[in-house]
């Protein structure tokens, strides 16, 4: 599968942004899916994950609160609702996929879209 994340942006602190992952290629109704970010000079952090049926949610508890993923199988479409941005939300963000529908921090996700940048001013 493959996946391309769109939505990025420039956007003040305290203010809200949904980026998305578009799947092509197979149907992604049967992987566990998520997000990481990267930061300029960090290393990729997990940020949040979903089951293959969006009915379960796993987040980072940086993001607890203010993130929240969801998918659309139907689109073969990802998202994730970012409030309440902070500057620390800035980077580069990813959208993951996993073919045995595993989702959570410590998976191993076998599918890596390219990163769609996210700005956040103070």
């Known amino acids: 599968v493959q996946l391309q994340a769109s939505g990025g942006g420039l956007v003040q602190a305290g203010g809200s942004l949904r980026i998305s992952c578009a799947a092509s290629?197979?149907?992604?109704?049967?992987?566990?899916m998520g997000w990481f970010r990267q930061a300029p000079g960090k290393e990729r952090e997990f940020v949040a994950a979903i089951s293959r049926n969006g009915g379960s949610t796993f987040y980072a508890d940086s993001v607890k609160g203010r993130f929240t993923i969801s998918r659309d199988n139907a689109k073969n479409t990802v998202y994730l609702q970012m409030n309440s941005l902070k500057p620390e939300d800035t980077a580069a963000y990813y959208c993951?996929?996993?073919?045995?529908?595993?989702?959570?921090?410590?998976?191993?996700?076998?599918?890596w879209g390219q990163g769609t940048l996210v700005t956040v001013s103070s």
């Open positions: 290629g197979r149907t992604i109704s049967t992987y566990g």
């Open positions: 993951v996929g996993n073919r045995y529908g595993l989702y959570g921090s410590a998976v191993d996700f076998d599918s």
